[in-house]
């Protein structure tokens, strides 16, 4: 990142030999090249005051043992072990895969299907596409509110429902059993994002060009087999790389999580997003806290790496 | 209306049952997305004992009394126009430092050919990989250090440096497919490159910055986790946190229920009228880009 300054350094240094002087030769250079980097210098310090020195200032503060106040203390790799043997790490662990795989299931899969449906022009399609859409524009953190009313025990609209149809047995202490606790936390984004893939998918089904599928009609092909045979093979890569995008952003999962439950009842629906700020800014162990963050720091960067491998970043349309 | 594929199998008979089933299923989901977003509103205008009673039910007679519970401090201390005050300063804040700064930025790695912009562009990639989690603590340091806690100048420096690596690669992006004549031709009539882009580009890309925005807008309106650690004097706080704040505590019997209903329709608002605003642009800018 530090590649503007350490550039700079790449200038010829070739003093005594023919040709222009050293300043003016620096002068030319730095008129063709100069304004590109304070174009870029904004950024770049940005990036490195508020990313780089912390990304390196966590990875360092994962080695210490630290409690905010007191003098940091050297011990190597203790939190790491530490962290092998806490069985809290990995339920947290365990609970933000299961999370990011049924989420991104549960998102990709209704998305799709709902994708499908709509590309068909059903009678008003355009008040679906909105309206399923709408969700995904809530913020994270009263969408989990919602949802914690909404699961509420007593007069929660869930339990009153299940009430009223006579479903007595299903009204379940949802948030606070350590059974369904991290279910039902699940849940809550696969509603709100499900628009999110259907939008991605949509514009890639009607990005298909119309003659492929005349030849699928004149071909006779029954709605199943359009599917089947012509969309599902064309949209395979967005599938792949949507999916992708929502196992990556599912695994920074924090406030939802914060706000319905806060990892409780007993640490069943704890996050590593959730652990990590407990231990961090409840427990003050600043040293522990960075070392989680520093597992989970090389568990999101080498998916996304991986990601971004397969897709680029190119031209863009407005 | 017409079918995407143009085929006509809806019109035969089993297309049609096919076609009713579909709307049925439709319709019903949509109820499931939309209804809990209508109770948000609804219940804000309820008071408690209509809540615990008929939670289901349009709010017979409709008050304010919520509003005027969280407006006036509540359970926060604070005028609530505080919060609404610091949210919008953070978010607009964010927003024009960010398009600033990103698209300075896009437009050198997309014009410029320069020693190292390989590597910065590479950068902008790699960094695109690191989680907020592996930054938390570190920040809440260097921010004490530079006295910048509890202030909303932190936060917006914090949240441009978030958004900068997507943007930047996004601006890039854009500026590439532009066309390069009319900078030539502003370049050969003595413009400076500075003076080119504010003057020539900026100008012409007006849809595209506001893509940017857009594409930015939610997220920053929306964020908790550095808020959470960075805010923690009630004045400095945004809207987020003020939901956390009027969290009814169940523990201490605390359970007024009506007042959090409030502050979360207060804070979905401008997101829900922007939404219906600009609903064509939203979702084109959630499109572009990543997925080609």
């Known amino acids: ?318 | 209306m017409t079918n995407v594929g143009g085929d006509s199998q809806l019109a035969t008979v089993g297309g049609r049952v096919l076609k009713i089933v579909m709307i049925v299923v439709l319709v019903a989901w949509l109820l499931v997305e939309v209804y809990p977003v209508v109770f948000l509103f609804f219940t804000s205008l309820k008071t408690d004992a209509e809540i615990l009673k008929e939670p289901f039910s349009i709010p017979r007679r409709p008050n304010l009394v919520n509003y005027f519970y969280v407006w006036f401090g509540g359970r926060a201390g604070q005028p609530f126009v505080i919060f609404v005050r610091n949210s919008f300063m953070v978010t607009s804040g964010t927003l024009l430092l960010l398009l600033a700064v990103a698209s300075l930025a896009g437009y050198a790695l997309a014009r410029g050919h320069f020693p190292g912009s390989a590597v910065v562009q590479e950068a902008f990639l790699l960094s695109l990989a690191v989680p907020a989690h592996v930054l938390l603590i570190p920040v809440f340091f260097l921010m004490q250090a530079f006295g910048l806690s509890n202030n909303l100048s932190g936060m917006i420096l914090m949240y441009t440096t978030m958004g900068l690596p997507f943007t930047v690669l996004l601006t890039r992006a854009y500026f590439l497919s532009f066309p390069v004549e009319l900078e030539e031709a502003a370049l050969i009539d003595g413009c400076s490159r500075l003076g080119t882009f504010w003057r020539v580009v900026v100008p012409v890309s007006r849809n595209a910055m506001m893509s940017m925005a857009i594409v930015n807008v939610s997220w920053v309106w929306s964020e908790l986790f550095f808020a959470l650690v960075l805010l923690n004097r009630m004045e400095a706080r945004t809207l987020p946190l003020a939901v956390l704040a009027y969290q009814p505590q169940m523990m201490t019997g605390d359970v007024i229920l009506g007042p959090q209903f409030a502050v979360m329709a207060i804070t979905v608002m401008p997101l829900v009228v922007f939404y219906f605003l600009f609903q064509r642009q939203i979702t084109k800018g959630m499109t572009m880009g990543a997925f080609r």
């Open chain 1, 1 to 318: 990142m530090d590649a503007t300054t350490g550039v700079r350094e790449e200038v010829p240094v070739r003093q005594g030999a023919g040709g222009p002087s050293l300043g003016r030769r620096v002068s030319k250079w730095w008129g063709r090249n100069g304004i590109w980097y304070l174009f870029l210098a904004p950024s770049v310090i940005l990036l490195l005051t508020f990313m780089a020195y912390p990304l390196v200032n966590s990875l360092v503060l994962s080695l210490y043992k630290w409690n905010g106040l007191a003098p940091r203390k050297f011990v190597g790799l203790k939190n790491f072990e530490r962290l092998v043997g806490d069985r809290f790490f990995w339920g947290a662990t365990w609970h933000t895969l299961a999370f990011a795989f049924f989420v991104t299931l549960g998102t990709v899969g209704i998305g799709f299907l709902l994708a499908f449906a709509i590309s068909r022009r059903v009678p008003g399609w355009r008040v679906f596409r909105v309206g399923y859409y709408l969700p995904v524009m809530l913020s994270l953190v009263v969408v989990g509110a919602l949802w914690a009313r909404i699961y509420e025990y007593n007069w929660g609209l869930l339990n009153t429902f299940l009430r009223a149809i006579g479903l007595d047995a299903l009204a379940l202490p949802w948030l606070a059993d350590i059974r369904y606790a991290l279910g039902a936390v699940i849940i809550v984004p696969i509603w709100q994002y499900a628009g999110f893939p259907m939008i991605i998918i949509l514009a890639a089904i009607e990005g298909i060009p119309q003659d492929l599928h005349d030849a699928a009609t004149i071909d006779g092909v029954n709605e199943w087999q359009r599917a089947w045979y012509l969309i599902v093979p064309l949209i395979r890569p967005v599938v792949i790389s949507i999916s992708m995008l929502q196992v990556i952003s599912s695994l920074k999962v924090f406030d939802l999580v914060w706000v319905m439950t806060k990892g409780d009842p007993g640490n069943s629906s704890a996050v590593l997003g959730t652990f990590l700020y407990r231990q961090g800014f409840e427990m003050q162990k600043f040293g522990y806290a960075s070392a989680v963050a520093v597992m989970m720091f090389a568990i999101v960067f080498t998916i996304t790496y991986l990601y971004q491998r397969m897709v680029k970043i190119e031209a863009v349309e407005f």
